[in-house]
């Protein structure tokens, strides 16, 4: 009997890990050791100057600000130019549903649906199907880049990065002799963080892990409401704090046609839910709305936090609305392009986490200034905890580094081959040791690549705001 065209014929695990093995012809292991630009790289300001095309751009000078405060501020907000770096040399053929953006800290503690903590992904804008690997070396280098600004030795960035491959090929390897649902099913709670982290779990490890499975409880759109929020006449509105956050009456003095515009990105975004979700919505009313600035990377995107209210004013629900645009990694990658980037971005976060967002959906509108833009939406805020790599020592990182290693392969094992990719690495440490190698070259080109926006600050080429 012929299967469903919902399904495909499975592979045997042989073949499957012969092909893994048959990957290392094309991409050795070793020859991910090193990295060096390809002959006509374009320049790093050109790259970051085309997004800026896109963007608000009375928010591009903020965006040049935050990337101009450190090596790593750069490295969060330059994932295109290390797309065009990667997407310009041979692959090993071994895709998955890459996260895109995967630095050290798009990885932290969340809520789950069911209210217990997990640690997994959290920043899927770039998120794109590609060859493994490229996850691998962007977060292999992030510890790099992390390491040099704490001060440690080559050795001491280096051990973070074996740490960090090294655990990605162990926990892939575990994943490849799983069961298809047991890895579907798999997740990194507070109980596999101790698990995972376990044979170098000293008394301050265990307190500072402690103070932070803690913080993220107290980090609810209760508190985040409390903070953006306070009472007037009319009752709770978003508080002005400009350029940062801007309440839309400030923005537009009235203009109604924008607001419809605005209301149009909320109602397709209600449609994208399921039925039960878009109940829940509907239990809720429209009371205010502001322009955020957010993160690095993404400062200049259209951003809005969307204020609803259900039974009176302690009974929120805050929204984040943000404008999705093509991923930094389509032009280097095959197959066709989505139809709706917000669409592109729920549907990989869906593939790579457990666990996401029960109000998670996308939309497509006309926009706030007219012309057609996508836009997905999420709570604001809900158990959220977030690393802090600059008071860490070299053991505390190595140990994050494991987490976060460990935390990609299961990302990557829901949606690629795990038996191929396990193949492939081998149970040697060959493609950690080359990982090593790798990140300290890449961070010493992300360092020549910020002082080159530094340097295009400096001849009034573009224009920065709040850098040093």
């Not at 000078?61 to 295109?80: D, H, K, Q, T």
């Not at 376990?198 to 985040?224: F, I, N, Y």
Request: glycine share 8%; net charge positive; charged share 30%.
């Amino acid at each position: 009997m012929a299967l469903p065209n919902a399904f495909s014929a499975s592979v045997p695990p042989a073949e499957r890990a012969s092909r893994g093995r048959r990957a290392r012809g094309r991409v050795p292991r070793s020859a991910h050791a090193s990295f060096t630009p390809a002959p006509g790289r374009p320049n790093p300001v050109d790259v970051l100057e085309r997004q800026s095309a896109t963007r608000l751009p009375e928010l591009v000078p903020v965006r040049y600000g935050r990337m101009l405060e450190s090596p790593f501020r750069f490295y969060r907000g330059a994932a295109a130019i290390m797309a065009a770096d990667l997407g310009q040399f041979p692959d090993t053929g071994l895709t998955v549903q890459l996260c895109g953006d995967a630095h050290l800290l798009n990885f932290r503690l969340l809520a789950s649906p069911e209210r217990h903590l997990v640690f997994d992904i959290n920043d899927f804008d770039e998120t794109h199907t590609g060859p493994f690997e490229w996850d691998v070396k962007r977060l292999a280098a992030s510890f790099a880049i992390s390491g040099r600004a704490n001060g440690f030795t080559v050795a001491e960035q280096s051990g973070a990065v074996r740490a960090c491959v090294a655990a990605y090929r162990r926990r892939m390897r575990e994943f490849a002799g799983m069961r298809t649902l047991d890895i579907w099913y798999a997740q990194d709670d507070t109980d596999r963080m101790r698990e995972l982290m376990s044979s170098s779990m000293d008394a301050e490890v265990r307190r500072r892990t402690a103070e932070a499975t803690e913080r993220a409880r107290t980090r609810t759109h209760l508190q985040a409401y409390a903070k953006l929020t306070r009472p007037t006449a009319e009752g709770r509105r978003i508080m002005a704090d400009p350029p940062l956050l801007t309440p839309l009456g400030e923005l537009l003095d009235g203009a109604s046609a924008e607001e419809r515009g605005l209301r149009a990105v909320l109602d397709g975004y209600a449609r994208s839910l399921a039925s039960d979700r878009r109940h829940l919505l509907s239990r809720y009313r429209l009371v205010d709305v502001a322009r955020k600035v957010v993160g690095v990377g993404s400062v200049g995107t259209r951003c809005w936090i969307v204020l609803l209210l259900g039974r009176d004013d302690d009974d929120p629900l805050l929204l984040q609305a943000k404008e999705a645009q093509e991923s930094v990694l389509a032009p280097f990658t095959d197959g066709e392009e989505p139809d709706n980037q917000g669409r592109r971005v729920v549907e990989g976060q869906r593939l790579i986490q457990t666990t996401s967002d029960i109000l998670l959906g996308w939309t497509h509108a006309a926009g706030l200034d007219g012309r057609p833009r996508d836009f997905y939406v999420r709570q604001l805020r809900d158990w959220k905890g977030i690393a802090r790599p600059d008071t860490m020592d070299p053991g505390m990182l190595a140990l994050f580094a494991q987490l976060c290693g460990a935390s990609l392969a299961r990302a990557h094992a829901r949606s690629g081959d795990p038996v191929a990719i396990t193949a492939y690495l081998g149970r040697a440490d060959r493609f950690d040791r080359a990982l090593a190698a790798f990140a300290q070259d890449y961070a010493d080109r992300n360092e020549r690549d910020f002082a080159a926006l530094g340097e295009a600050v400096r001849t009034g080429r573009v224009r920065a705001e709040g850098c040093p």
